[in-house]
């Protein structure tokens, strides 16, 4: 497990409490003085080493990388979208608007809009970015996305000219609350009842929030914001919370 904002061990909360409560072992790995990818590479190599030591005494291991950012977990968003078009048959989507952190979120999304939008209304897939990254990530992504459709024994490729990623709302730091964040995750809960959370979804719900006040998304266009998750950190530490209230 990465962890930007040490948290104290004698207080958990938030996700590690309940990775506890359901008997996981964590270790830790401190993102001080080290880039995200950084810190990736370490928390691989540990998971590589611990298989090791599992597998030797008979466990059998799947190792999930920082945010299930493999072809199979992005496959399960291809199918997402696919649902999505389903459950909507007389609805034509314009834009999906989703946070994205590591990518498999993006990758499977953007494959199945490609794949699966209607043929005459392409839905346009907006991937608020939660942390900093590097133009390399991009192309990462839309490769995650078509290892995704190879799964799927689908023909469609995607390439970045099918991705739209903005990197202007994760405020100075992934973990870091943002005051349009903070906004946002009170607005949404405050008009709608819906909890989103000031790492994440509450960042990328400002961004899509943004987009409307600035045009980007034109009036009369239908959205869909993908929730995925992560309203257990607005129970964690203050410096991730910040001032929502």
Request: charged residues 20%.
């Amino acid at each position: 497990m990465e962890t930007i904002t040490p948290n104290d061990q004698q207080d958990d909360r938030a996700n590690i409490l309940l990775d506890k409560i359901l008997g996981a072992q964590i270790h830790y790995v401190s993102m001080k003085g080290r880039t995200e990818a950084q810190a990736d590479e370490i928390s691989m190599q540990q998971a590589l080493v611990e298989k090791k030591h599992l597998e030797a005494n008979g466990h059998h291991v799947y190792i999930i990388p920082v945010g299930g950012a493999t072809p199979i977990g992005s496959v399960g968003f291809v199918l997402g979208f696919k649902e999505q078009v389903d459950q909507l048959p007389d609805v034509a989507i314009d834009y999906v608007v989703h946070g994205s952190g590591p990518g498999g979120t993006a990758a499977g999304l953007i494959a199945g809009a490609k794949v699966f939008s209607k043929e005459a209304h392409p839905t346009q897939i907006l991937s608020i970015n939660v942390s900093p990254k590097p133009e390399s990530h991009y192309q990462k992504v839309v490769d995650l996305g078509n290892d995704a459709l190879g799964l799927l024994d689908l023909e469609t490729r995607i390439s970045l000219a099918d991705a739209h990623f903005d990197q202007s709302y994760f405020g100075d730091e992934y973990e870091i609350p943002s005051e349009a964040g903070s906004n946002a995750i009170r607005l949404l809960a405050r008009t709608e009842g819906v909890l989103t959370d000031p790492v994440y979804t509450g960042k990328a719900f400002a961004g899509l929030l943004d987009y409307v006040r600035i045009g980007k998304i034109k009036p009369g266009s239908n959205v869909v914001f993908w929730h995925t998750g992560g309203v257990s950190a607005l129970f964690a530490e203050h410096k991730i919370v910040g001032e929502i209230v």
